[in-house]
């Protein structure tokens, strides 16, 4: 299990900024503010250390009794994402429930992952889900152009295999974009400017951590 801290966020949309040089560089703006500490896991209670940490805001009728007390005894807001991130005793050890980690866990130019939900686009043919071909559209061709072909074979097997490309659900995924840049940061807004795009919609809820396959610079 990786140990690393991370912060959640919302993905606010994005923009573009512009170097010394002039240069415009695409970037993703990610809200990562008011990220609160809900519990610190221990070896000794919970059998690993950890920091369970809160983000966003919850109306008090949408909060469950459990939950509610649970973030009272932090001493906190309640919170839209809760989650949980390994780490080692000793950096487990620097928090304590209710307090608030900021925007500097992060640096200019440092490599992260993003991971986030994506954007849900329906029920989706084979051609648009999984980038089939189509067939041709004359020549006596009518109602198969856009058909998946053969899916199965004759008595033998006598079932589709599972995993067989068909039409379906597209999109609504949790996924991750390894090694973004961060770009930018706005310390007063507790904004994070991500080079390039993250999955999911504007609004979505994002969870942000160091790269985990980042290469080591040389000296």
Same mark, same amino acid.
Do not use: C, W
């Given at each position: 299990?990786r ?8 993905k ?44 966003g ?16 005894k932090?001493g906190i ?12 005793a000793?950096?487990a050890? /620097? ?6 980690? %900021? ?5 200019? #130019?440092? @490599? +992260?992952? =993003? ?72 310390t /007063? ?6 080079? %390039?795009a993250?999955?999911?919609?504007? #609004?979505? @809820? +994002?969870? =942000? ?11």
């Amino acid at each position: 299990m990786r140990e690393a801290l991370g912060l959640l966020g919302r993905k606010v949309g994005m923009t573009r900024i512009f170097t010394d040089d002039g240069e415009s560089v695409p970037v993703t703006v990610l809200d990562v503010s008011n990220n609160r500490v809900a519990q610190v896991r221990t070896r000794e209670v919970d059998g690993y250390s950890a920091l369970q940490i809160a983000h966003g805001a919850r109306r008090s009728s949408r909060v469950i009794k459990p939950q509610a007390g649970h973030f009272a005894k932090a001493g906190i807001e309640a919170g839209s994402s809760l989650k949980e991130f390994r780490l080692g005793a000793k950096q487990a050890d /620097e928090f304590k429930a209710g307090s608030t980690i %900021g925007i500097d866990v992060f640096s200019v #130019g440092q @490599k +992260v992952d =993003v991971t986030g939900v994506t954007i849900g686009k329906g029920f989706a043919g084979a051609i648009k889900r999984h980038h089939f071909s189509s067939t041709r559209a004359t020549h006596g061709n009518s109602v198969s152009t856009n058909a998946p072909g053969s899916i199965g074979m004759r008595q033998d097997p006598g079932r589709v295999m599972p995993g067989k490309r068909m039409a379906g659900h597209l999109g609504d995924k949790q996924r991750t974009t390894q090694n973004l840049v961060v770009a930018r940061i706005d310390t /007063e807004r507790q904004l994070l400017l991500i080079r %390039g795009a993250v999955p999911g919609a504007a #609004g979505g @809820k +994002v969870v =942000v951590r160091p790269a985990a396959k980042a290469k080591a610079v040389k000296a």
